[in-house]
Every structure is written in C-alpha cells, then in structure tokens.
C-alpha cells in the first residue's frame, strides 16, 4: 500500500527535476561547460525553479474530550517550475507584457499525534498535490494570477480511495505605486478546515524591497521588515488547517462522536497562528528561515467521510492554545531576467511566494527582489578588469 | 509494522534537521571567509549601475515606472548577444598563426556579424527608448551609461598597484 504512494512521489520529483532542469537551471550550466559554437538561448523566465522545505511542529496540549493530549506536526516538500514564460512588446502602449506558466507540486506529511496512541493508531496522513499556476502582467499596473491545486490528503490505509480535492485561487492585483497596491479574487480553501469559496481582499503598504505591510485576507497579515543585507523579519498572523482522510482506528478512542460506522474519517483542524520568522539569505538561490509563536483558537473535529454517516450534533472541539517552531528552506536554480526597479514584477514574485503550492497556506521569502544597495560602489572591492571586461569595448579604453 | 512506520518517520526528521543546520552552517562559514565569488561581483556591479542611473537620470515616478522594464530587456539581450560571440570566440583553439584559414575566415567573420548583432539590438531599443523617455533625458542615459564605465575603469585603476 506504501508503495502506492511512494511511486507517484518519486514520478512527480523526476518528473519536476526534469522540468526544472530544462527551465535552465542545471542543462544552461552543462552547456557552459562544452565547447560548442551553436547560440546560447536567451534566459526565458523572470521566475526561477524552487524547491522548498518546511516543518512546522506544536507542542501538546490537553485534549480533555478524548482525557489525553495532542500535538500536531507536518513536514512539507514543494516546487514549482517555470514551464514557459513568454515576454512581447506592446506597441501600443510601449510596455513588456508578461505571462508565466507554472507547474507547481508539493508533498506534505501531516501527523497529529494524540499521546496514548503514538506508538499504536497516531496517523501519518500524507497530501501530495500538483497543480498549475497562471499569471499574466500587463507591462503597466494590472496582474492577474490563477492557481490550481488538486490534492489528496490520505492515510496509507485509504490510499486505495482517495478524495481528490481541489484549492484554487484567481486574483487581481494593481501595483498602483511603488509604496501601494492591492488585490481582490476569490480562493478555495481548505485551511479553515472545510472547503470554503472565499472572497479575497488585499492591500500592500510600503515597497517590497524595504519595510511593508500585507494584509492579504483570508490568508494572512503581515509586517515584514529587512534586517540587514541577508536578513530579513516578518510577524505574521495567518489561519492553519485541513482537511485529512484516514481509516477509522480498531481503537475507538480517535472516533469520539458516538455512532461513527464509516470505515473512513475525516480530520479536521483549523487555528490561528501569530508569530515572528527570521530569514537569512545567502545570495539569491538560498535561504533558511526559522519562525515561532501562539496557535490560538484551535479547533478540530472527526467526522465520518459519507455525510450520510455523520452524526447531526457533531461539532469542533476547541484545543488549549499553544506554541510553534519551524523551520524552512528554499533552494533556487538557473538564471532570470532582469527586473530591477520593475515594480510590477516585484508584485509577482510577492504572489507566486506568499502562495506557495498545495493550500498549506506557507510563503518563501522574497529572494528575487533585488535589495536597494546605495553602498553597492563602496563595496566592490578588488575590481579587476576580468570582471567587467564584458562592459567594455576597445574604444571605451581611450 | 505501523511501530516501523513511525520510527522510520522519526529517524527522517532528524536528517531534515540536521541537513538544515549544516546548511545555514556552510553558508555562513563561506560568508565569514569573505568568499565573493563572481555572481555576487556582478550583483553588486549591477547595483552600482542602477543606483549611478539614478542619481543621475533623475525619473519622475512614472518615467521610471515604464522606463525600468525596457531598459532591463535591453540590457538582457544585449548581454544575451555577447555571451554568444564570447562562447563562440573562445572555442577557437590555438592563435592565428596556428589556425586553419577555414577557421580563421569563421573568427574574423564572427567578429563582424556580433558587432552587427549588437547594433541591431541598440537600434531596437533606441527606438523604444524614444517613445518611452524624454529626448533629453535618453541623451542623459547615454551619457551616463558612458560615465559609469568610467567610474569602473577609475575603481579598477585605483586597486591597481603604484609602480
């Protein structure tokens, strides 16, 4: 049964890296390395292949209902990969219009774990998902962006009937100034711990490149501030939750509500997290991060998956609160298009990682956005004449 | 056989943890070092040229707003075109007097064509540098983009040692 979902796994990552490789990344690089006359395609995309890497862990808290504690860990793995990208000239209105095709995926393990049973029926559920991302810039202030991602979000025990479920979003965002813009759309969710069509409404105070606000609803709110040339801060609020198919324990313990006989359950969960994430940036291909806080208003409930089946007063137990740690990566690849001062584009990568795939409702720091480097002159120290010999020509010698 | 599950879960968590740490580790220590490798010379030349542009192209808000897209596409193909011609002229092996005239002919006609190139790609963005700037402030940008050679040229010779 593990092996059902191990192969499609393992398929989607070889299947991605290949992606990933061809979008630039480590192909352009095994090109430089042969002697070969033929030309060099131009770099094609402004969004560059990701990888990132994200665990997130609470401590336990009382869960009076079933007299025992519960905690709730989840390990994330996740991509996406420009498949094509495409940049023409408006001659209208003298702009370069963009448009980025993304195929997006992500592999989640989740595991609440309730304390009696960790060495018994404590599910791991696994969510791998893979999706595709749309987004369209004018070349003036106007970007619209479109997310789909189908999911399954299973234990290994019902991997044989999985519920494919679908999140999406599709969003307008106006870059109205460099210090404004705003967003409205609709998203399907599941962090609220059922499927919810939502509406969308975000404004953004203050330039992507130096100290801003989001308040992107339902999604998150958030400050976020550099601290320094490779640092950076953000104190966040944001929901948290889903939605997780398992089977039904021989232990009647994780079925609570009385007259559950569905083979298969439904977890759910929902809760607000508030906290502070410090990221650090070496360059623009790497970045750690490491982030902490308050889980409050934690709710979770167990139904049975045939709605037929559910118990009509079957409601969301409500959770002590408690705290959080987690950590995170993001590696990328190849080489992008210039996009300095294009402000426009500074709103599209704020989209594209501050929606990361799979409805985990996680974000990557703004590695793309180039920092504003006054000092930048000050700091180019040992120049020689090989590293800028590209800029010259013979004439300019005299 | 769920007992395994878990513990192999476990024991994966502890390498995820320890490949993190390793990683942020490497990073600073290479950081520490003073280690600045190519890519992060040409980040902070790129740098220096956007904010020398700057200072002294001096866009209203809205001129940068549409200035700043086609100037960075200009600058990728121009440098699209001659990363061409340095790979190209830098796979012909030995010197001229080594060569074959085949391979001669195909150097000395390359020269020619990237120059053509070259200019072909700084004759499509004048034209749209035209429309989208002001006339003065595009003979401004020309100008400026021949100081700031300079401004490297001066960096270069002031690290120079004194003979």
């Known amino acids: 049964m593990h092996k059902k979902i191990y192969i499609p796994l393992w398929v989607s990552l070889l299947f991605g890296i290949q992606l990933f490789a061809r979008a630039g990344g480590i192909e352009t690089s095994l090109q430089q390395m042969v002697s070969d006359s033929s030309p060099q395609k131009s770099v094609q995309n402004y969004i560059r292949p990701a990888f990132f890497l994200n665990t997130f862990r609470t401590n336990p808290v009382k869960f009076n209902k079933l007299g025992t ?24 209105n003298q702009v370069y219009q963009t448009f980025h095709f993304l195929l997006t995926g992500n592999f989640l393990i989740a595991r609440p774990e309730v304390e009696l049973l960790k060495t018994t029926l404590a599910p791991k559920i696994f969510k791998p998902g893979i999706g595709l991302r749309a987004i369209y810039a004018n070349g003036k202030k106007n970007t619209w962006f479109v997310d789909v991602s189908p999911f399954v979000a299973q234990d ?12 999406s979003i599709v969003l307008f965002n106006r870059t109205v100034s460099r210090n404004f813009s705003y967003r409205i759309g609709m998203l399907k969710t599941f962090v609220f711990g059922e499927a919810l069509p939502l509406p969308i409404l975000g404004v953004r105070l203050g330039p992507l490149d130096g100290v801003y606000l989001n308040v992107h609803l339902p999604r998150n709110i958030s400050l976020n501030f550099p601290l320094g040339s490779h640092l950076d801060g953000s104190a966040f609020f944001k929901p948290m939750g889903g939605v ?9 313990i994780l079925s609570w509500e009385k007259g559950n006989i569905s083979a298969i359950e439904q977890f759910r969960r929902k809760e607000y997290l508030s906290g502070l994430q410090i990221s650090y940036s070496s360059g623009s291909n790497f970045s750690i991060y490491i982030g902490g806080g ?7 409930i167990l139904l049975s998956d045939k709605k037929a089946d559910r118990v009509a007063d079957a409601h969301w137990v409500q959770l002590d609160n408690s705290v959080f740690i ?11 298009k210039r996009m300095v001062n294009n402000l426009q584009m500074y709103d599209v990568f704020d989209l594209n990682n501050s929606i990361q795939p799979g409805d985990n409702n996680s974000s990557s720091p703004n590695m793309d956005i180039p920092r504003k480097n006054e000092k930048a002159a000050d700091q180019l120290q040992n120049l020689q004449y090989q590293d800028v010999k590209d800029l010259f020509d013979t004439n300019d010698l005299y | 056989m769920l007992d395994m599950i878990i513990n192999t879960t476990k024991m994966k968590i502890k390498p995820i943890f320890i490949a ?3 990683a942020l580790f490497s990073s600073l220590l290479l950081r520490a070092q003073g280690v600045d490798d190519a890519a992060d010379k040409k980040d902070k030349i790129e740098a220096f040229k956007v904010s020398f542009l700057t200072q002294k192209l001096k866009l209203s808000p809205e001129e940068a707003r549409i200035f700043w897209p086609v100037y960075n596409q200009y600058q990728d193909e121009l ?13 012909f092996k030995g010197s001229i007097e080594t060569m074959s005239d085949k391979e001669i002919e195909k150097l000395v006609d390359g020269e020619i064509i990237f120059r053509q190139n070259e200019m072909d790609v700084k004759k499509k963005f004048h034209l749209q540098l035209k429309k989208v700037l002001p006339l003065r402030k595009l003979a401004l940008l020309y100008r400026a983009e021949e100081d700031f050679k300079r401004e490297l040229l001066k960096k270069i010779q002031e690290k120079a040692p004194s003979r």
């Open chain 1, 69 to 92: 504690s519960y905690a709730f860990s989840q390990t994330d793995l996740g991509f996406y990969v420009p498949l094509f990208t495409k940049t023409a000239w408006n001659e209208s």
């Open chain 1, 156 to 167: 290994g025990y019902t991997i044989n009937n999985p519920t494919l479920r679908f999140a």
């Open chain 1, 244 to 252: 997780y198919n398992f089977r039904k324990g021989d232990n009647s």
């Open chain 1, 294 to 300: 308050l889980v409050t208003n934690r709710k979770v």
């Open chain 1, 326 to 336: 987690n950590f995170g990566l993001t590696l990328k690849f190849g080489e992008a």
């Open chain 2, 20 to 22: 993190l740490l390793l």
């Open chain 2, 79 to 91: 440098e699209n075109v001659r990363k061409n011609w340095k790979r190209e002229s830098t796979s």
